[in-house]
């Protein structure tokens, strides 16, 4: 089975400063994915940031962008220039390729609560 | 472009009866995975229905159950209701069984 693990459940940053977030999964697999996603007070789970395990360039998406480094199975998200509106629970996630009986289940860590201070 | 819906916003059942959470996909999508969040923790996946077939439970009961119709909207059945089903119920869709998941806005379940 997968775990993922966050280990800073609360974390801040000053406005438009850079934040990095951890996150290190335990698999047995070689193909996977790795995602970021952001939960508002809203509760809408939005997508941040998609990484494939088979790529070794890290995923950048705008003022987002990761460190994936597949032999210490961590992947962190860095938040560059901090945004009021980038406060949020954020949860890393793993989805290993896709079985005929197992479907594509994601798994997510507890979540980090980020707050920007203005 | 839609994207994902789930109805209704917020539900308040009484132990032991059942209730029925429906959920819209994006326009184009063929997969419809569900999920649980209880307060403080992430979500849990229940089960995925892909093209009208369940491919992928996770480890609920069987009193959790659910169905995805032709133009791929799904629901969530559960039976039985107790106490600790109380959470966030999420539903997601995506194009295929790789690609990105993309979340509706979550329906709240209490259960007094």
């Known amino acids: 089975a997968q775990t993922v693990t966050q280990s800073q459940p609360e974390m801040s940053v000053q406005e438009a400063e850079t934040v990095t977030l951890s996150c290190t999964y335990d698999t047995s697999e070689n193909n996977y994915y790795l995602f970021w996603y952001k939960q508002p007070p809203s509760r809408q789970m939005i997508l941040v940031i998609r990484?494939?395990?088979?790529?070794?360039q890290n995923a950048t998406e705008n003022r987002f962008s990761v460190n994936f480094q597949k032999a210490a199975k961590s992947f962190s998200l860095k938040i560059s220039d901090s945004q009021l509106g980038d406060t949020a629970m954020y949860f890393c996630?793993?989805?290993?390729?896709?079985?005929?009986?197992?479907?594509?289940?994601?798994?997510f860590g507890e979540g980090t609560q980020l707050t920007v201070n203005p | 472009e839609t994207g994902v819906t789930q109805s209704p916003t917020h539900l308040i059942k009484t132990r032991g009866q059942q209730v029925t959470l429906r959920c819209s996909s994006q326009?184009?999508?063929?997969?419809v995975s569900w999920y649980q969040q209880a307060l403080g923790q992430g979500p849990q996946f229940i089960f995925q229905y892909y093209r009208e077939e369940e491919n992928g439970r996770g480890n609920f009961p069987p009193r959790f159950s659910g169905l995805q119709f032709p133009n791929y909207s799904s629901e969530l059945n559960v039976n039985a209701l107790e106490l600790d089903d109380s959470a966030l119920y999420l539903c997601?869709?995506?194009?295929?069984?790789?690609?990105?998941?993309?979340f509706g806005p979550g329906t709240r379940l209490t259960v007094t």
């Open positions: 997601a869709s995506s194009l295929g069984r790789v690609s990105e998941q993309y």
């Open positions: 990484q494939e395990a088979y790529k070794q």
């Open positions: 326009s184009g999508h063929n997969t």
């Open positions: 996630a793993f989805m290993k390729s896709p079985r005929e009986t197992s479907g594509s289940r994601l798994t």
